[in-house]
């Protein structure tokens, strides 16, 4: 099959892989129709993540059709048209039980704080991803769902990951009615938190971001107030500005470990990898969030440490809330807002490109050229 793979740092290729094929009685081979590349797959991409293997296929939002299934497999058949959430979770496990979809403890021998993950490194578990003609997925019967006839497939691929971690995001900050909520990135999952802020009740949504493409989206997707980094000169004091000197009730970090904004501290995390990430984002919510004001993080970071002012967070009484979202849990309600016609998950999707132009789609991606949002990846088309 044709496959991406990673050979080192800004450097993918496609090549001929072998065929996955069926490893345990419970697994699946699903034909990928549609995948996409995360922000997250840039960490990846740019060498941020340990233990990111040559060789390896990335890609962890994917939709397609079940091509053959285990025998033990009881809730899809071949020929099911399945969307397949970036979580890899055996459903039954401590964590699992407890809702906690993304810290299952079976499918990651590194599993000390992450589950599993297609196509995210050895460092979550080694899977081969979704960026191929065809996948291995485990558990098919706890993670896959067969998705609905209604259901456009562009949405579906946003519910994988992008728009239901977004959502997840809104959900960690705890949002009371009429609260001001900042977000941090206005990438695919920082729009998706952005306008799910206003399901949960928001009075005030405000979008920070560095780029003017991505803001002008912010505004039309998101319904949001938006502030452009380069234009102030301290970006705390702007907040407080906005918030009556206060400082917003939750801030959202969708950034993660390649923050600009503070040149120590991207060469120290992003260049030298000696920090788990650029930590400017999160102190930045740290520092713009009131007094026993709520932050969210759903930004990825390595794991080593990272400058946090976390001083800061201790004195103001700032509760901190983070995790990979458990995306199936997030369906229910995400496929009744698309249903209801409250909102187009696919609409941040911006570029469509084939398999073999892989290559161009992460470029693009990571360098922001030709206003790109979300790049999705379409197997089998020129």
């Known amino acids: 099959m044709r496959a991406m793979t990673y050979r080192g740092p800004y450097k993918v290729r496609v090549e001929n892989k072998p065929e996955p094929r069926i490893e345990h009685p419970n697994d699946a081979i699903v034909r990928v129709t549609r995948a ?8 990846l991409y740019h060498g941020l993540i340990p233990d990111t293997r040559i060789g390896h296929t990335f890609g962890h939002e994917i939709v397609g059709v079940v091509e053959e299934v285990g025998s033990s497999v009881r809730h899809l058949s071949r020929g099911d048209r399945v969307m397949v959430p970036f979580n890899i979770s055996c459903g039954s496990c401590y964590f699992c039980s407890r809702g906690l979809l993304s810290n299952c403890h079976n499918v990651n021998p590194n599993a000390t704080a992450i589950g599993g993950i297609y196509g995210y490194s050895h460092s979550a578990g080694g899977y081969d991803g979704g ?8 558990f098919a019967d706890v993670g896959p769902m067969i998705m609905p006839d209604w259901l456009d497939e562009d949405d579906a691929l946003m519910l994988t990951d992008a728009f239901s971690t977004g959502y997840f995001g809104a959900q960690l900050g705890e949002i009371a009615e009429r609260e001001t909520v900042v977000v941090l990135g206005a990438g695919p999952v920082g729009l998706a938190a952005a306008r799910s802020a206003w399901f949960m009740g928001a009075g005030r949504v405000i979008v920070v971001d560095h780029l003017d493409y991505r803001l002008e989206k912010a505004r039309t997707f998101a319904f949001a107030e938006t502030v452009a980094i380069g234009e102030h000169r301290d970006l705390v004091v702007e907040m407080k500005r906005l918030t009556d000197g206060l400082g917003a009730d939750v801030v959202i970090d969708a950034v ?7 040149a120590l501290q991207h060469i120290t995390s992003a260049k030298l990898k000696l920090q788990g990430g650029s930590p400017v984002a999160l102190n930045w919510a740290i520092d713009s969030v009131r007094k026993g004001g709520r932050v969210a993080v759903l930004g990825a970071y390595g794991p080593l440490p990272s400058a946090i002012r976390f001083g800061d967070a201790m004195n103001k009484g700032v509760t901190i809330r ?3 979202a458990p995306v199936k849990r997030q369906w229910p309600r995400l496929l009744e807002h698309i249903r209801n016609g409250d909102v187009r998950p696919g609409e941040l ?14 470029h693009m991606f990571s360098s922001k050229l030709d206003d790109c949002i979300k790049p999705a990846i379409i197997p089998g088309t020129e």
């Open 36 to 43: 996409a590349i995360c922000g997250s797959d840039l960490h």
């Open 131 to 138: 960026q191929a003609e065809l996948v291995r997925v485990p």
């Open 256 to 262: 993660g470990a390649e923050a600009d904004g503070g």
């Open 322 to 324: 983070a995790n990979q």
């Open 349 to 362: 999707l911006t570029h469509r490109l084939p398999l073999e132009h892989i290559g161009e789609g992460y």
